[in-house]
């Protein structure tokens, strides 16, 4: 009999829900709206109870507690979505009575592309998103980095190009990655969106830079075997990565360039807008491993034995 597993891809704007046995078995797939906590995860639960799950693997965008052992497991800390701030995203989960896991949105979409994307065959690579906002994870020996809490990698501060004079649109921090180089950065800086600007477009260019800066800290501290880009401005862009390579390849400076090409050390995401969804539905496989006493790499919580 075939195992199904459920998956959930929690964002600002929509939660994302699948059923499915792997990759090439989906069964079901539902969009719900992000209203409040309530009524989102409700519309949630239901649509899992329709079928005969043995895990669910549930990511999100964060900030939130990835820690099991900590009182507030499972819970976002505060964030710029109105009634979301703390909100509880295990707890509704936990009537259904299956091993649930946990991981951040960028994470479960960097499992996937490890697993059945751009970065297979692979034990250590970067995934980073660059949409409305700009998140990142990093897989090192085959699991995902995590420490007092998960990576940051849209908050990291870049050198300016100079004479750039955009103060940020980063609530926090202004000027960081995030606050120069995301869709809502091209935005509010250029008034268009990231896909109408054009190949002499100075913004193309900025971007690539700013992007590209980005990347040369992760591949000095992390050392990866592949970076994956993923989110909208960088899959509706297609002027844009052959760029990131050539100031990466620039920045370099000969100074311990990666073992492959740039075009197979940094690629664009292959699983496109399903990455989120299959990776949560590969976090739900490893949630049920766990609890069947495998060995596994990723947040996972047995409902029978969890704390409320």
């Avoid at 100075?202 to 590209?212: F, I, N, Q, R």
Wanted: glycine fraction near 12%; include cysteine; proline fraction near 7%.
């Amino acid at each position: 009999m075939t195992t199904l597993y459920g998956g959930l891809e929690g964002g600002g704007t929509k939660f994302n829900c699948i059923v499915a046995s792997g990759p090439d078995d989906i069964q079901a797939e539902r969009r719900i709206p992000t209203t409040t906590p309530a009524a989102t995860l409700a519309l949630a639960l239901d649509f899992f109870r329709e079928f005969p799950i043995a895990a669910l693997g549930i990511g999100c965008y964060g900030p939130m507690d990835l820690h099991p052992q900590s009182p507030t497991y499972g819970r976002l800390f505060a964030v710029s979505k109105p009634h979301w701030s703390h909100a509880d995203l295990l707890g509704p989960f936990r009537a259904l009575g299956v091993p649930l896991g946990l991981e951040t949105d960028v994470g479960i979409a960097a499992l996937a592309e490890i697993h059945w994307g751009a970065a297979q065959g692979c034990t250590d690579m970067v995934y980073l998103t660059v949409g409305t906002g700009i998140g990142g994870a990093s897989i090192v020996d085959g699991k995902l980095l995590h420490g007092r809490m998960h990576p940051e990698m849209g908050h990291i501060h870049i050198s300016r190009e100079p004479g750039d004079d955009f103060p940020g649109c980063c609530p926090f921090h202004a000027g960081c990655l995030q606050g120069l180089a995301s869709g809502k950065a091209i935005h509010e800086r250029w008034n268009t969106r990231a896909d109408q600007l054009s190949p002499g477009h100075p913004g193309l260019e900025l971007e690539a830079t700013y992007l590209a800066r980005a990347l040369l800290s992760f591949h000095y501290t992390l050392s990866p075997q592949r970076i994956v880009l993923g989110g909208g401005v960088t899959m509706d862009q297609p002027q844009l990565l052959p760029r990131v390579r050539e100031r990466f390849q620039e920045q370099l400076a000969g100074y311990q360039p990666p073992d492959d090409d740039l075009d197979r050390f940094i690629q664009p995401a292959a699983l496109g807008n399903r990455a989120g969804t299959l990776g949560a539905i590969h976090l739900a496989q490893r949630a049920l491993a766990g609890r069947d006493g495998e060995v596994d790499a990723v947040n996972a919580v047995n409902p029978v034995d969890a704390v409320g």
